[in-house]
């Protein structure tokens, strides 16, 4: 018996793996009801621009200078080919286990057990790592721990991530609004202030000493170290896969889910880009620009109002993040106990919805522990991101380079230009990425790599014809 899932058939819906509707005590299917405009703005709001920007960007701003829009741009460049690749393999299998069942279906069940193990490892600790940035931008108004503050908004998005999905749209679509109102503003005073050319934005230069209080040293900014924040780059934009999450929800999924992952990427990278170049040309000096106080940058420019409006928006913004994260994280849970990852009780915990549609128990296996992981080193889990999107992103390439084998190349789906140099070139590209990214953050995601290859190995293997079933809808399967 083969590894490697086959395209569905009416026998896969037989399958253990499947729920009968009579049985309510079975895995059950999630409801078809958002269009491309609400699938949209969830997704925009995984990615959450401004809250990313704020949140994520200062570190890039630390360790990069000049040097931030640069490989932000690099970053999105490669997303592109990555977002081709999630685009058909997205269509091809519309699950709402996302990665996993993409690279099951077309890698091998081992493969695409690893890719869901580094999903999980990225969406339990990308929200926290966004909520803790709350407590800075609530600043002007209230002085509060980081940690509680992060521990907070998860407990607020975990309650918000229980109502039902459109309701879910329409809410984080109005925070959207005012994240983008405030990454607008950020954009127009920085290039009405700006200290600098555009020649800036290749002068590869980082103050030295940040943090320092200003050295006045300068250091260049080597090709190494863009590559090294290549990693942290793609997560700037990670949120794009939301849309393959969502597909079990999507209306028309063939159609919507490609158009959903392109225009959400295309949107987030003016959105995250535009400012990033603003504050690099604007930024009072270069030692202003390493420290990457954006709030003070702002103040700078305008007034104590207009930075407190900025701030307040972006709190906004990131409690947006933590409700549309929450949601995606947990139908990555249901749909691994719908293919029966784990010991029955366990999946047939994950798998049960509550009144309004969400699969509850999920929910709230994503959103406490996030909470928890507030109290974590911020260093450490920007690290272990990092590490894994690189190897998820690359996992899903692999995957995208073995979409069109025998009787997946005959099926109706979306289909990637260039292929297959796309995945080929992303698989190169993203592995190098990958060896060059700190030993520290590369033993923590292998060592629990290994833990989880050794559950495979040792439990799910074993029971291979009951246990990890990836399935896919079986209104999709004609």
């Given at each position: ?21 009579a049985?309510?005590g079975g895995?059950?299917k999630l ?6 405009v609400g699938?949209?703005?969830l997704t925009l709001?995984?990615?959450?621009p401004?809250?990313?920007?704020f ?8 360790s990069?200078?000049t040097a931030?829009a640069?490989t932000?741009?690099i970053?999105s460049?490669l997303?592109v080919g ?10 091809l ?6 990665e996993y ?8 069940r081992l493969?695409?057990?690893l ?5 999980l490892?990225v ?13 800075d931008y609530l600043a002007?108004v209230?002085h509060?721990d980081p940690?509680?503050?992060?521990a907070?908004v ?8 229980l109502?039902d999905l ?8 109005v925070?959207?609004?005012?994240e ?8 127009v005073?920085?290039?009405a ?5 555009p020649g800036?934005?290749v002068?590869?230069?980082v ?5 320092s209080?200003?050295?006045?040293g ?5 090709a190494?170290?863009i ?8 997560f700037v ?5 939301t849309?393959v999450?969502l597909?079990?929800?999507l209306e ?8 959903t992952?392109?225009?959400t ?5 003016v959105i995250?880009?535009v400012?990033?170049?603003?504050i ?5 000096s270069?030692t202003?620009?390493?420290?990457g106080d954006i ?5 700078a ?6 930075g407190?409006f900025?701030?307040?928006?972006v709190?906004l913004a ?6 549309v ?5 947990s139908?990555?849970?249901f749909?691994?106990?719908?293919d029966?990852a ?8 994950l798998a049960?919805?509550?009144g309004?549609g969400?699969p509850?128990?999920a929910t ?14 911020l260093?450490?889990?920007?690290g272990?991101?990092?590490?894994s999107?690189t190897?998820?992103y690359?996992?899903v390439?692999v995957?995208a380079l073995?979409?069109r084998r025998?009787?997946h ?7 990637m230009p ?7 070139v992303?698989?190169a590209?993203?592995?190098?990425i990958?060896?060059?990214?700190e030993?520290p953050y590369?033993?923590?995601t292998?060592g629990i790599?290994?833990a ?5 190995a040792?439990y ?5 014809e009951t246990r990890?079933l990836v399935?896919i809808?079986e209104?999709e399967l004609?």
């Amino acid at each position: 018996m083969t590894d490697t899932l086959r395209p569905p058939t009416p026998a896969v819906t037989e399958a253990p793996s499947s729920a009968a509707p009579a049985d309510p005590g079975g895995p059950q299917k999630l409801k078809r009801s958002i269009g491309v405009v609400g699938g949209t703005l969830l997704t925009l709001s995984c990615v959450t621009p401004a809250s990313t920007l704020f949140v994520v960007v200062p570190d890039l701003f630390s360790s990069l200078g000049t040097a931030t829009a640069l490989t932000i741009a690099i970053g999105s460049l490669l997303c592109v080919g990555v977002a081709f690749c999630y685009s058909e393999l997205g269509t091809l299998i519309p699950s709402a286990g996302g990665e996993y069942a993409m690279v099951s279906t077309m890698a091998g069940r081992l493969a695409g057990w690893l890719v869901f193990v580094l999903s999980l490892l990225v969406v339990m600790i990308v929200p926290p790592v966004i909520a803790m940035g709350t407590a800075d931008y609530l600043a002007p108004v209230i002085h509060l721990d980081p940690s509680y503050a992060g521990a907070g908004v998860m407990i607020l998005a975990t309650l918000a991530g229980l109502l039902d999905l459109r309701a879910n749209a329409w809410i984080t679509g109005v925070f959207l609004v005012l994240e983008v109102i405030a990454a607008g503003v950020v954009a127009v005073l920085g290039f009405a202030h700006a200290e600098r050319g555009p020649g800036s934005l290749v002068d590869l230069t980082v103050a030295s000493g940040p943090g320092s209080g200003g050295s006045g040293g300068v250091d260049t900014v080597t090709a190494m170290l863009i590559v090294s924040g290549l990693a942290i780059a793609l997560f700037v934009t990670q949120g794009f896969s939301t849309a393959v999450y969502l597909s079990e929800e999507l209306e028309n999924p063939r159609r919507n889910v490609a158009r959903t992952v392109l225009t959400t990427l295309a949107i987030s990278s003016v959105i995250i880009l535009v400012p990033v170049i603003a504050i690099t040309m604007g930024a009072q000096s270069l030692t202003a620009l390493t420290e990457g106080d954006i709030s003070g940058m702002v103040t700078a420019w305008s007034n104590s109002a207009v930075g407190t409006f900025v701030s307040l928006c972006v709190a906004l913004a990131i409690i947006n993040a933590g409700i549309v994260m929450v949601i995606q994280n947990s139908r990555v849970l249901f749909a691994s106990a719908r293919d029966k990852a784990w010991p029955a009780p366990v999946n047939k915990a994950l798998a049960r919805l509550g009144g309004t549609g969400a699969p509850w128990v999920a929910t709230l296996l994503v959103g406490v522990p996030g909470a928890v992981l507030c109290f974590v080193n911020l260093d450490t889990l920007y690290g272990v991101t990092g590490v894994s999107v690189t190897g998820m992103y690359l996992l899903v390439a692999v995957a995208a380079l073995l979409a069109r084998r025998g009787s997946h190349g005959e099926r109706s789906a979306w289909r990637m230009p260039l292929w297959p140099a796309v995945p080929v070139v992303l698989i190169a590209v993203l592995a190098y990425i990958l060896s060059q990214q700190e030993v520290p953050y590369l033993l923590w995601t292998g060592g629990i790599v290994l833990a989880a290859t050794l559950y495979w190995a040792l439990y799910l293997r074993p029971r291979r014809e009951t246990r990890w079933l990836v399935s896919i809808p079986e209104e999709e399967l004609g």
